[in-house]
């Protein structure tokens, strides 16, 4: 069974004064019509139905969610009592699905607030990594071949396998002089934060490199804990950072579709040019100007 878990408890700061605290970005109408999170729901819907779609978001934006959200059942809405980043809210949300759908689940996480153009290539990749998750029993990141020098993501490099792509090794925002050197060689990629797990592996993972939070994890699984007691005594990491960059064989799937982190107004207004929306980039640079 394959389950998608989209991200969406951030803050969303970037895009002030359009994003705050109460109505984060992901929240907010910016390329569609229809909000980041919506966008990302109907991303996914090609190929997971409805009823095995996850939203992860906190109590503070709960009404926003399921006002946006309305056709996902309730359960699948998953709220977090506090933000607490990425490792929290990716383990929490195994947790708490598998209670609902059981272990055997594969776990598709994605971020909330992307764009992505051509949605058969986004199919086509979700396909090929799951073929690869099957084959190689271990976690599976998605990489695009870097067009420019970017110093605002995080790269991946592999090596070669057997035809296929192994991870070696990560690079988190690199400098602009280090991106340079890297951004053309054919064995690295940008990190597009999109992954393959499932259960097994998670916990496997986190025990092996932070075996206090796979004890807090383990209790929370086995409801000896309550989500907030999981909250408050949870450690403060990201999942990339603290968990998959210790970890080894990983595999990583190259996709060449249109994508864009909407991270900054600079990057909303390439969308929206790709797109023709100038109207649109009018609106927004009013509204921020204000």
Do not use: C
Request: net charge negative; proline share 4%.
């Amino acid at each position: 069974m394959l389950v998608a878990v989209i991200l969406a408890s951030g803050k969303g700061t970037r895009l002030r004064p359009l994003s705050t605290l109460e109505r984060p970005k992901q929240y907010l109408k910016l390329i569609t019509g229809k909000t980041l999170v919506e966008d990302t729901v109907d991303r996914v819907r090609n190929l997971i139905p409805v009823e095995n779609i996850f939203v992860v978001t906190n109590e503070l934006q709960e009404k926003i969610a399921r006002e946006a959200l309305s056709d996902l059942p309730d359960e699948n809405i998953i709220l977090e009592p506090n933000m607490r980043e990425t490792l929290a809210s990716m383990s929490h949300a195994v947790s708490y699905i598998s209670k609902i759908k059981g272990d055997d689940v594969t776990y598709l996480f994605l971020p909330s607030d992307h764009y992505i153009k051509e949605q058969d290539l986004f199919d086509k990749s979700i396909k090929e990594g799951l073929e690869i998750f099957k084959k190689y029993n271990n976690f599976v990141l998605y990489g695009l071949i870097p067009t420019d020098p970017n110093p605002n993501y995080g790269y991946i490099k592999t090596k070669d396998l057997n035809g296929n792509h192994l991870i070696d090794s990560f690079v988190e925002k690199p400098k602009l002089e280090i991106a340079k050197t890297i951004y053309n060689d054919p064995n690295y990629f940008w990190n597009n934060a999109i992954m393959l797990a499932n259960k097994q592996l998670m916990f496997e993972a986190i025990k092996e490199v932070l075996p206090s939070q796979y004890d807090l994890l383990n209790k929370h699984n086995k409801n000896i804990i309550s989500t907030n007691e999981f909250f408050d005594l949870t450690h403060v990491e990201n999942f990339s950072r603290s968990i998959l960059e210790e970890r080894e064989g990983m595999m990583l799937i190259p996709v060449n579709y249109t994508w864009y982190d909407i991270g900054s107004f600079e990057v909303l207004f390439d969308v929206l040019k790709l797109l023709e929306k100038d109207d649109e980039i009018v609106k927004i640079k009013k509204l921020i100007n204000e």
